[in-house]
């Protein structure tokens, strides 16, 4: 089993920054993929960003691509989403999820990919 605890969530004005973390505990498997998902009401859940297979690979989406930043301690197991230059659109629980298979970029940001999921933190961006 794996337990995923996010943190870092917070309310901002757009143009702001906020950095997300989220610790992994339990066994993580050698080839481990992580990755950051949103959803907001009313919609379904957005992959965000992925670190994979063992943190060699890293991708993101389009909508994020120059303002998101995914990263990672391997030490201690956690990984960070440094948001900059925040939209009102970016405003969404944001999850932390892991799978416990190699996977590829297509694979990334779909949410059956990853088999845990953390709780979730709140980003709210104000306009």
Known sequence: ???????????????????LSCAASGYIYPSYSMAWFRQAPGKEREGVAAIYNGGGNVYSADSVKGRFTISQDRVKNTIFLQMNTLKPEDTATYYCATAARPINSVMALRPNTYTYWGQGTQVTVSS
């Open 1 to 19: 089993q794996v337990q995923l605890v996010e943190s870092g969530g917070g309310s901002v004005q757009a143009g702001g920054s906020l950095r």
